[in-house]
């Protein structure tokens, strides 16, 4: 164990807090944070597609500070600065020096993948801190008078459970890490144990809930696995591994994971790594932020070997900060909202490096950031087809978007108007049902396949979106009203469930 050095440490952190209070607001509302919006005014212990705690977050700063896009996004800021801090910390535990410490740092709060993840909320940005803190913590947990610390590893696993499911290869790889090495020993004391079963507590709710709703989230992974994720060969997972954390930065894993190999005092550490990327290698099924958590794992290490590298010679410590400054402010303005929509354009198309593709669809030009484009004109012009019919029939018909982004920014936008009502056959939506519609006119959003189009007597198309940066399913999205419901409603809701 080394001294950790603050000071450094904490300017990392407050530079990366910098870079993502500044750019905040920019764009607009993501997608999946409109969604969050939504599930935080239908408090539960689960959804379809994601166990509570990050709507039980969004819902306590937003609550606090009120539904603006900083205040949801101010958590994720919160856990890049934690990250970065942690990383550091992770590699003095090894006996890192400065220079370690602050690559490991500089990795925690720059890596373009993480800064995404960090800047628009959600359940990933929360994902990383829980696993740079249980890391931490089970580092520590090894010392015979730092036993207490498993009772704390346990209550961080079942935050990381109540955050993602994939907190229990969590779990898994720090149980194989003690089982399979001289830390069984530790086993012999009570405070691990203890630890297992604070998890399995905290989890116990949201198991509870899954039981009662008859495991949707099983249907979720399911057929987004078989309908909607792209197959990823090895190789091409390990290359895109690469490039999203910066090919500069990137080093500090790939040493990290190769070093564990030939450091004895080391390979306890890296199993929650190895361990999850065996899994997306083998599954072939994956996002780019999927293998993030676990660099807290391995960084820190790759950090030390490099840090000892770049010590050897001023000449190599020059040489990596002049590729790293300009790599980093590169890919930090490609993956985070810094430039004018037309700017981001024009740059990504002379780029010859193709943005990781993983889901099927159409894509649009602004890439990644196009999910924060066209929600606000979407909700208004829905909201003037509504309040254009006539009385009666406007107070009687909901509107519907064919997929949760589409329900939630109709919905968030348009909630000063409760009389219209916003149901949804996607995830949760579908979950919450259609409430107390009577099924005789229904306003959609999206396109309805030829086998939903005859469930009605008739559908017309009433407007259009007409966005050019929003994703290609909502750049021209069709709004229609449909009258006269041939079949029982709950008929109908049943035969357009979509849980993906």
């Known amino acids: 164990m080394n001294q950790i050095h603050w000071r450094p440490l904490l300017i990392i952190a407050a530079v990366c807090g910098l870079m993502h209070l500044a750019l905040i607001t920019r764009y607009g509302f993501f997608r999946d944070e409109l969604y969050y919006l939504a599930c935080a005014h239908h408090l539960d212990w689960g959804y379809v597609d994601h166990p509570p705690l990050s709507v039980f977050v969004a819902k306590l700063f937003t609550g606090l500070l009120g539904e603006h896009l900083w205040a949801l996004r101010l958590p994720g800021t919160l856990a890049a600065m934690t990250i970065?801090?942690?990383?550091?910390?992770?590699?003095?535990?090894?006996?890192?020096?400065?220079?370690?410490?602050?690559?490991?740092?500089?990795?925690?709060?720059?890596?373009?993948?993480?800064?995404?993840?960090?800047?628009?909320?959600?359940?990933?940005?929360?994902?990383?801190?829980?696993?740079?803190?249980?890391?931490?913590?089970?580092?520590?947990?090894?010392?015979?008078?730092?036993?207490?610390?498993?009772?704390?590893?346990?209550?961080?696993?079942?935050?990381a459970l109540l955050n993602k499911l994939s907190g229990a290869w969590l779990l898994t790889g720090i149980a194989l890490a003690t089982l399979l090495t001289p830390r069984r020993s530790e086993l012999k004391s009570w405070q691990p144990w203890v630890g297992v079963v604070i998890a399995l507590v905290m989890f116990t709710p949201h198991i509870l809930w899954q039981i009662?709703?008859?495991?949707?989230?099983?249907?979720?992974?399911?057929?987004?696995?078989?309908?909607?994720?792209?197959?990823?060969?090895?190789?091409?997972?390990?290359?895109?591994?690469?490039?999203?954390?910066?090919?500069?930065?990137?080093?500090?894993?790939i040493l990290g994971g190769y070093a564990v190999l030939r450091r004895k005092e080391w390979r306890t550490m890296a199993a929650p790594f190895f361990l999850v990327l065996l899994i997306l290698l083998v599954t072939q099924r994956s996002r780019e932020n999927y293998l993030s958590p676990t660099f807290a794992f391995v960084v820190p290490l790759g950090a030390i070997v490099l840090a000892e590298w770049l010590s050897q010679s001023r000449k190599r410590l020059i040489g990596y900060a002049t590729l790293l400054i300009p790599s980093a402010l590169f890919t930090l303005s490609m993956a985070l909202p810094v430039w004018y929509p037309?700017?981001?354009?024009?740059?990504?198309?002379?780029?010859?490096?193709?943005?990781?593709?993983?889901?099927?669809?159409?894509?649009?030009?602004m890439q990644g950031h196009a999910d924060m484009f066209g929600w606000p004109e979407m909700a208004a012009r829905v909201r003037a087809q509504w309040l254009a019919l006539p009385e009666e029939e406007r107070l009687r018909t909901p509107v519907m978007g064919?997929?949760?982004?589409?329900?939630?920014?109709?919905?968030?936008?348009?909630?000063?108007?409760?009389?219209?009502?916003?149901?949804?056959?996607?995830?949760?939506?579908?979950?919450?049902?259609?409430?107390?519609?009577?099924?005789?006119?229904?306003?959609?959003v999206g396109e309805l396949s030829e086998e939903q189009r005859e469930l009605f007597e008739s559908i017309e198309v009433i407007g259009r979106m007409d966005h050019p940066y929003a994703v290609p399913e909502e750049a021209t999205a069709p709004i229609s009203i449909a009258r006269g419901l041939k079949i029982p409603v709950e008929e109908f809701w049943a035969k357009i469930r979509h849980i993906q």
Request: with cysteine.
């Open 84 to 159: 970065a801090t942690l990383y550091g910390v992770i590699a003095s535990r090894f006996g890192g020096d400065k220079t370690a410490q602050s690559l490991a740092a500089i990795f925690g709060g720059f890596a373009p993948v993480i800064a995404v993840v960090t800047h628009l909320y959600s359940m990933n940005g929360l994902d990383i801190m829980l696993w740079a803190i249980a890391a931490l913590l089970w580092i520590d947990a090894q010392a015979p008078e730092k036993r207490s610390r498993w009772l704390w590893l346990g209550f961080v696993c079942g935050l």
């Open 212 to 253: 009662d709703h008859g495991f949707p989230t099983r249907e979720f992974i399911r057929n987004a696995t078989l309908h909607k994720m792209v197959p990823t060969p090895p190789w091409t997972f390990l290359g895109v591994q690469f490039i999203v954390t910066n090919p500069v930065l990137a080093v500090m894993w």
């Open 342 to 365: 037309t700017t981001f354009i024009r740059i990504a198309s002379f780029s010859p490096i193709e943005p990781p593709v993983a889901e099927k669809g159409a894509k649009s030009p």
């Open 402 to 444: 064919m997929n949760y982004g589409e329900s939630s920014a109709i919905w968030f936008y348009n909630r000063d108007l409760p009389e219209m009502r916003v149901i949804g056959r996607h995830n949760n939506f579908w979950l919450w049902g259609p409430g107390d519609w009577d099924g005789r006119s229904l306003i959609v």
